[in-house]
């Protein structure tokens, strides 16, 4: 069996007297790319942000590479965090700030790279993901969606990371923009033997990405598997969101 990079055992989300996960159990293995897919509402985007430590459930245990990132403090935290890298909604590029800048900013963050060092890093991953160098002179406010994507995920990969969480990807982009998107990650998973969790709701990026869907109802893991195996789960949501008239479509491909 594949080692598990992430685990989540017994995992309790509330917003309030709201539950929205209860007793959940997930595990990502290594090398793999998970799509979390779900309704509005059932805690996709939230179960990602805890995965990462950037918000506690209620209950339950996370690891990541082996270890709770809330138990730790200090240098071992910063290390563990340097693992992975995020690729948040919509960019979330510091709009005052050129591409270069915004990309270079975990690398500063570190203070373990001179500047020489974190413009040829910065430089590396402007080509990395297919923009050209002048790029890194601009302000997120002249990028179209597209390049918004790419410079967030540059800004994701600056570390040189081991995990890459992607939080609605191809959100926004017309489906061309979405098609090379998807075959950028395709092409840096097998360069860099990334390991992938996503937050999606396209379906052509399901079907061409990832090896296993992870669908998120009834407040747990409603279903878990290739895209094959989760389209013969008898589950009103997954035969409504993936064997409806469209969706039947696009997982056919």
């Known amino acids: 069996m594949a080692e598990a990079v992430i685990e989540l055992r017994g995992i309790v989300t509330r917003f309030g007297k709201r539950v929205i996960h209860d007793r959940l159990d997930l595990a990502v293995h290594r090398g793999e790319v998970l799509a979390l897919v779900g309704g509005s509402g059932c805690g996709k985007t939230t179960l990602l942000r805890e995965m990462i430590g950037l918000q506690r459930p209620a209950a339950g ?5 082996g270890q709770d990132p809330d138990r730790l403090r ?11 890298g995020v690729l948040f909604q919509h960019g979330a590029l510091f709009s005052a700030l050129p591409v270069a800048d915004n990309i270079a ?65 191809t959100a926004g982009l017309d489906p061309l923009a979405s098609e090379q998107f998807v075959s950028l ?43 094959a195996q989760i389209t013969a789960v008898r589950h009103p ?3 409504e969101y993936f064997l409806g008239t469209r969706g039947a479509r696009r997982v056919a491909g």
């Open 61 to 65: 245990v996370v690891r990541v590479f």
């Open 74 to 84: 200090g240098a071992e935290r910063a290390a563990l965090r340097r693992r992975w």
């Open 105 to 169: 900013f975990p690398l500063r963050e570190t203070r373990l790279f001179a500047a020489a060092e974190v413009a040829r890093l910065v430089a590396r991953k402007l080509a990395q993901v297919g923009l050209p160098p002048d790029t890194g002179d601009l302000l997120p406010a002249a990028l179209s969606g597209g390049m918004i994507k790419r410079v967030a995920l540059a800004r994701a990969l600056a570390l040189e990371p081991e995990l890459l969480l992607l939080d609605e990807p």
């Open 185 to 227: 990650i395709q092409a840096l998973r097998a360069a860099l033997g990334l390991t992938v969790v996503l937050v999606t709701h396209d379906l052509d990026t399901i079907r061409d990405l990832c090896d296993r869907v992870a669908v998120l109802a009834d407040r747990g893991v409603a279903a878990l598997g290739t895209l």
């Open 237 to 239: 949501f997954i035969q």
